[in-house]
Nanobody
Framework: QVQLVESGGGLVQAGASLSVSCAAS????????MSWFRQVPGKEREFVAA????????YYADSVKGRFTISRDNAKNTVHLQMNSLKPEDTAVYYC?????????????????WGQGTQVTVSS
């Protein structure tokens, strides 16, 4: 069993930067693909970014490409999402997810473990 705990959300103004992190329990973190999703009330959960294990390729939604960067620190069992040039439409609850088969996917149903989410609010 893997537990994921997000942190680092908050309220920022448009154009600012913010980093969110996800800490994972368990010794197999370095073999899992990790991703970030986000969700706004009343809408479906949306893929944001993914990174293959152990130091693999990264993938981004078109809406965040060039502004967001996903990275991982396998020694610390953490994955980060650096968000720059934030826009009001980035406002959402951000969730991290883990896939034990190391197959980054834009589909939430492909992931085995989820965190509880952290709120990111971008004011205009």
């Amino acid at each position: 069993q893997v537990q994921l705990v997000e942190s680092g959300g908050g309220l920022v103004q448009a154009g600012a930067s913010l980093s969110v992190s996800c800490a994972a329990s368990g010794r197999t973190f370095s073999s899992y693909a990790m991703s970030w999703f986000r969700q706004v009330p009343g809408k479906e959960r949306e893929f944001v970014a993914a990174i293959r294990a152990p130091f693999g390729s990264t993938y981004y939604a078109d809406s965040v490409k060039g502004r967001f960067t996903i990275s991982r620190d396998n020694a610390k069992n953490t994955v980060h999402l650096q968000m720059n040039s934030l826009k009001p439409e980035d406002t959402a609850v951000y969730y991290c997810a883990a896939d034990r088969n190391n197959r980054p996917s834009y589909r939430g149903s492909d992931y085995d473990y989820w965190g509880q989410g952290t709120q990111v609010t971008v004011s205009s």
